[in-house]
C-alpha cells in the first residue's frame, strides 16, 4: 500500500517550551478516492527537532500494515539524517556524532528507525513557510498543538 505523509514539528520557547507535532497521511483506494488522516499531540517540556521526530513516528505507527511511504519534511536534521547516511555514521560510531559528542534525540532516532525496518520509507525535503499546502497544515496542526498547552 502506497501512503504518503507530510509533518512539521514546533517548540515555543525551544529549547524545553511547549511543543507539538503535525502530520497528514494520505491514500488514494484503487477507485481513486484520497483518504486523509490527521494527528497531532503537544507536549509540555521539548524542543524543536523533537517534534520534528515525534511527527514521522506518529504518523508511522498509526499505519496498521507494512506500507510504501514518501514522508515530506521540512526538517533538514530528519531529512538528511537518512538521505546523507548521518544515522549510518551514528549507529556505527556508538550513537557519537562526528564530533564525538552523544547524538541527542537518540530514544527517537531509534524509535524511528525501527518503523523504518516495517515500512520503506523515502525522506523527501520541502521548504518551510513556502506555501506548500500540506506543509502549512502540520505546521498549523504543530503551533496549535503546542499553543494549547501555553494556554493551560
Given at each position: 500500500?502506497?501512503?504518503?505523509?507530510?509533518?512539521?514539528?514546533?517548540?515555543?520557547?525551544?529549547?524545553?517550551?511547549?511543543?507539538?507535532?503535525?502530520?497528514?497521511?494520505?491514500?488514494?483506494?484503487?477507485?481513486?478516492?484520497?483518504?486523509?488522516?490527521?494527528?497531532?499531540?503537544?507536549?509540555?517540556?521539548?524542543?524543536?527537532?523533537?517534534?520534528?521526530?515525534?511527527?514521522?513516528?506518529?504518523?508511522?505507527?498509526?499505519?496498521?500494515?507494512?506500507?510504501?511511504?514518501?514522508?515530506?519534511s521540512?526538517?533538514?536534521?530528519?531529512?538528511?539524517?537518512?538521505?546523507?547516511?548521518?544515522?549510518?555514521?551514528?549507529?556505527r560510531?556508538?550513537?557519537?556524532?562526528?564530533?564525538?559528542?552523544?547524538?541527542?534525540?537518540?530514544?527517537?532516532?531509534?524509535?524511528?528507525?525501527?518503523?523504518?525496518?516495517?515500512?520503506?520509507?523515502?525522506?523527501?525535503?520541502?521548504?518551510?513557510?513556502?506555501?506548500?499546502?500540506?506543509?502549512?497544515?502540520?505546521?498549523?496542526?504543530?503551533?496549535?498543538?503546542?499553543?494549547?498547552?501555553r494556554?493551560?
Amino acid at each position: 500500500m502506497k501512503v504518503t505523509i507530510f509533518t512539521d514539528g514546533a517548540a515555543r520557547g525551544n529549547p524545553e517550551g511547549p511543543g507539538g507535532y503535525g502530520c497528514i497521511l494520505q491514500y488514494t483506494d484503487p477507485k481513486g478516492i484520497l483518504h486523509e488522516k490527521e494527528l497531532s499531540e503537544g507536549f509540555e517540556k521539548t524542543t524543536n527537532n523533537r517534534m520534528e521526530l515525534m511527527g514521522p513516528i506518529a504518523a508511522l505507527e498509526a499505519l496498521n500494515r507494512p506500507c510504501d511511504v514518501d514522508l515530506y519534511s521540512d526538517s533538514q536534521y530528519l531529512v538528511k539524517a537518512f538521505k546523507d547516511g548521518w544515522i549510518g555514521n551514528w549507529q556505527r560510531n556508538g550513537w557519537k556524532t562526528a564530533g564525538k559528542d552523544p547524538v541527542k534525540n537518540r530514544d527517537l532516532w531509534e524509535r524511528l528507525l525501527e518503523l523504518t525496518k516495517t515500512h520503506h520509507v523515502t525522506f523527501h525535503w520541502v521548504k518551510g513557510h513556502d506555501g506548500h499546502p500540506e506543509n502549512e497544515r502540520c505546521d498549523k496542526l504543530a503551533t496549535s498543538a503546542a499553543d494549547a498547552l501555553r494556554k493551560q
